[in-house]
């Protein structure tokens, strides 16, 4: 059992080196993700903006063409106009004429309708790409941080990981379920010390005869008061 506490504990003093180095990084990790997500959503908007300009262009096009087939079609049935040989074919024509002359007059308003569209959206691709730009750089430099701060500690975390690694393999799965769990609700610290009659952990006293219990290092024990893992000084101070 004294052997469990101990690797228990020896955990416990890794993960805190660990910790620590985490904290070295600060609010960089989560900056950086915070930076990605809103470029990404940014870039995502400017791509379907531009889209919808790009489709508006299209439609342009295509109405430009259809009115210049009308256009030459009205030229065509203005020239048989003089050429009838009746009151019906006078009228057929007419309807031509002025059928195509409302599609003509309907294609250019959307195409009026169109180009202002384009417009606006060409302005609010214009306002948004300063944004990206400024975001693209704040992203690069927070980055470059970041990645100075892990280089500067990556051996000793390789070294603190690789340590961990050969002790949680001697912690027994339902231990470990315990102590992460325990770590997790505690802000990382899962197992205590009995300091001066307390447990490190919140300060609270721990009764004589659970500090006797506690020394004879045969049972794993919790503080009553915020429920983290107990050990005795013998088995901090030897692993310290």
Same mark, same amino acid.
């Given at each position: 059992?004294?052997?469990k506490?101990?690797?228990l504990? %020896? &955990?416990?003093?890794?993960?805190v080196?660990?910790?620590?180095? /985490? #904290?070295l !990084?600060?609010?960089?990790? &989560?900056?950086?993700?915070?930076? /990605?997500e809103?470029?990404?959503d940014?870039e995502? *908007?400017?791509e379907?903006?531009? %889209?919808?300009?790009?489709?508006?262009l299209?439609? !342009?096009e $295509?109405? /430009?063409?259809?009115i210049?087939?009308l256009a030459?079609?009205?030229?065509k049935h203005?020239?048989?106009l003089y050429?009838?040989?009746?009151n019906? #074919?006078y009228?057929?024509?007419?309807? =031509?004429?002025?059928h195509?002359?409302?599609?003509i007059?309907k294609m250019?308003?959307?195409?009026d309708? &169109?180009?202002d569209?384009?417009?606006?959206? =060409?302005? =609010? +691709?214009? /306002?948004?790409t300063?944004l990206?730009l #400024?975001?693209?750089?704040d992203l690069k430099d927070?980055e470059a941080?970041?990645?100075? *701060? *892990?280089r500067?500690?990556?051996?000793?975390? +390789?070294?603190?990981r690789e340590?961990?690694?050969?002790? =949680?393999?001697?912690? !027994? %799965?339902p231990?470990? $379920?315990q102590?992460?769990? +325990?770590?997790k609700?505690k802000?990382?610290?899962?197992v205590?010390?009995?300091?001066r009659?307390s447990? $490190?952990?919140c @300060?609270n006293?721990v009764p004589?005869q659970r500090q006797l219990?506690?020394?004879?290092?045969?049972k *794993?024990f919790v503080c #009553? @008061?915020?429920?983290? +893992?107990l050990?005795s000084?013998?088995? $901090?101070?030897?692993i310290?």
């Amino acid at each position: 059992m004294i052997h469990k506490l101990k690797t228990l504990y %020896k &955990l416990q003093l890794l993960d805190v080196q660990l910790d620590q180095l /985490e #904290e070295l !990084r600060g609010d960089l990790p &989560l900056a950086v993700k915070a930076l /990605e997500e809103k470029l990404n959503d940014l870039e995502r *908007i400017v791509e379907n903006k531009q %889209k919808e300009k790009d489709e508006s262009l299209t439609k !342009r096009e $295509s109405n /430009e063409t259809d009115i210049q087939i009308l256009a030459d079609g009205q030229k065509k049935h203005k020239s048989q106009l003089y050429s009838v040989r009746n009151n019906k #074919e006078y009228d057929a024509l007419t309807k =031509e004429i002025d059928h195509a002359d409302t599609k003509i007059k309907k294609m250019e308003m959307e195409n009026d309708a &169109l180009a202002d569209f384009s417009k606006k959206v =060409e302005n =609010e +691709i214009g /306002e948004l790409t300063p944004l990206i730009l #400024e975001l693209r750089q704040d992203l690069k430099d927070k980055e470059a941080d970041l990645k100075q *701060i *892990i280089r500067a500690n990556e051996k000793e975390e +390789i070294k603190l990981r690789e340590q961990r690694s050969k002790v =949680e393999a001697n912690v !027994r %799965k339902p231990d470990y $379920s315990q102590y992460m769990r +325990i770590r997790k609700a505690k802000k990382g610290k899962a197992v205590a010390t009995i300091k001066r009659s307390s447990c $490190s952990g919140c @300060y609270n006293v721990v009764p004589s005869q659970r500090q006797l219990e506690i020394k004879k290092n045969n049972k *794993i024990f919790v503080c #009553e @008061y915020c429920g983290r +893992i107990l050990v005795s000084e013998d088995v $901090s101070r030897e692993i310290e």
